[in-house]
């Protein structure tokens, strides 16, 4: 139907990833990326990130996908941005960024998160935007005296590409001060946070419209014409759905990313009165009930770089400790942790006896630590009735062998890997096409466009009976040293 190029940028919080998918050959013909990392030297439990450095790594991106040999950039016809969700961008009445982005992974919100939270009657996580706006306030008044403008990280990517401030329901559900069930911006929450916020808030766009044509500096920044349609976006999370798939019933997607995340689609709302699972909305006009734990890659990333060397000879060296590593047990709460809400939480090794502190045995603990957090949380997605008989693995951790048996294991669920491991950046791409489709007078369904681009990779990844019993004892005994070192705390 179309034999256009798509462009799909996925600006995460450890780089920024792309893709060129051409819609004719059912293809993606060319990847890139660049990595970038937090503002240094910062307080504990700050982690931030200036946009100029987004900027700085789309530009090399794109440049580098439209050097591939074969690739005509005449042939682009459209552009989608997914963006790491929750961080702030604040830009003052000249459009110009007030102070680095706080990002998701920020925990230095915790005490204003907790206001809110009891205020409001309702679970607002520290690492949602709303605790940010509350801190700047209080902790930099005057960077908030200067702020006319308030967009999360893929909303300013659309603005520098179109000129166009927008907003859309998918990443506005993490922000604390939007209702993913009416799909509208919270008016109590958001006098609580500020009278005036409303104000700084851009407009909603629904899904499937586009944040505007490519402006003339948007197109010189990537190096394509003027005028292309930048599709509405959205958060790496719904991004990831539309690329992995979950755009109907019974797909359920996990992301071993920085973070950890498991999510599905929803035709309706699913709330749960735990707060566990987040009811956001998703980016092709549906839901995406979700749950996001905060330490994943990052854990098993700190225990290479304290014993040096590659991820394969790690692995190795793990794959020769046995399942449950001896007992020895990481609780990964290096930066906190959002489920369960323990904010303030640090990492906690337990079961250390002579012998377990090499190599093997901790990168293990880290793999199967992170793995059972995951796991405590979809426990609860299936009990609210979100169920699928195998599981779509993603992310970059996704590419580990040992990790993807472990996942399994410890879900005691089959796991498949896709073929196209950004799926990020391939939702955004697909998206655009949709969006497109959808502004040429074509009535398909975000599902009906993303199904031809998705395809699983590989063998799937059985359970195995023996390591699946000794994780779920794991999974026991992770849950109740949780609550017997930092008690009782309410749910995100």
Request: hydrophobic share 45%.
């Amino acid at each position: 139907m179309d034999d256009g190029l798509y462009l799909g940028f996925d600006v995460g919080t450890q780089g920024t990833k792309g893709l060129l998918l051409d819609a004719g050959r059912r293809a993606v013909v060319a990847r890139a990326g660049r990595p970038h990392g937090l503002i240094p030297d910062l307080p504990p439990g700050a982690a931030e990130q200036h946009p100029d450095t987004w900027v700085a790594a789309l530009r090399e991106v794109a440049a580098e996908l439209l050097a591939t040999p074969g690739v005509e950039r005449a042939r682009v016809r459209g552009i989608g941005v997914s963006g790491q969700q929750h961080g702030l961008v604040v830009l003052d009445a000249d459009d110009r960024v007030v102070r680095p982005a706080k990002l998701w992974c920020d925990t230095t919100t915790a005490k204003e998160a907790e206001e809110l939270s009891r205020d409001l009657g309702r679970s607002i996580p520290a690492g949602f935007t709303a605790s940010k706006i509350l801190w700047l306030q209080r902790h930099e008044p005057q960077h908030w005296q200067q702020v006319r403008a308030v967009l999360l990280p893929h909303d300013y990517i659309n603005f520098r590409l179109t000129g166009n401030k927008t907003m859309e329901a998918g990443d506005a559900s993490g922000t604390g001060f939007f209702d993913p069930l009416t799909r509208s911006f919270d008016q109590r929450a958001m006098a609580r946070i500020d009278p005036r916020l409303a104000a700084m808030l851009p407009p909603l766009i629904s899904a499937g419209s586009p944040a505007g044509p490519l402006s003339a500096a948007g197109a010189t920044l990537l190096g394509v014409a003027e005028g292309i349609p930048v599709a509405s976006g959205g958060g790496d999370n719904m991004m990831s759905a539309i690329g992995s798939g979950a755009t109907r019933p019974g797909v359920v997607v996990v992301s071993l990313g920085t973070s950890g995340t498991a999510f599905a689609y929803s035709a309706t709302p699913v709330v749960d009165p735990e707060g566990l699972i987040a009811p956001f909305c998703d980016s092709t006009g549906a839901w995406l009930p979700l749950l996001c734990v905060m330490n994943m890659t990052g854990v098993s990333e700190e225990i290479r770089a304290a014993f040096g060397g590659d991820l394969d000879s790690l692995t190795r060296a793990a794959a020769a400790v046995p399942a449950g590593a001896q007992g020895l047990l990481l609780l990964p709460y290096l930066q906190g942790e959002r489920v369960p809400n323990l904010p303030a939480a640090t990492g906690v090794l337990l079961g250390i006896r002579p012998g377990l502190l090499g190599r093997g045995h901790l990168f293990r603990a880290a793999l199967e630590g992170t793995s059972l957090s995951l796991a405590l949380g979809i426990e609860r997605m299936q009990s609210l009735g979100i169920h699928s008989d195998v599981v779509r693995l993603v992310g970059g951790g996704s590419h580990n062998p040992l990790w993807r048996q472990i996942v399994a294991d410890v879900l005691e669920l089959p796991v498949v890997c896709l073929a196209e491991s950004e799926s990020a950046a391939l939702g955004a791409a697909i998206q655009a096409l949709w969006s497109v489709r959808r502004a040429a007078g074509h009535d398909a369904s975000a599902d009906e466009v993303a199904t031809p681009f998705v395809h699983t990779s590989g063998d799937v990844v059985s359970p195995q009976a023996l390591p699946a019993a000794t994780y779920r004892a794991a999974r026991a005994r992770m849950r109740e040293l949780t609550q017997r070192i930092f008690g009782d705390r309410p749910n995100p």
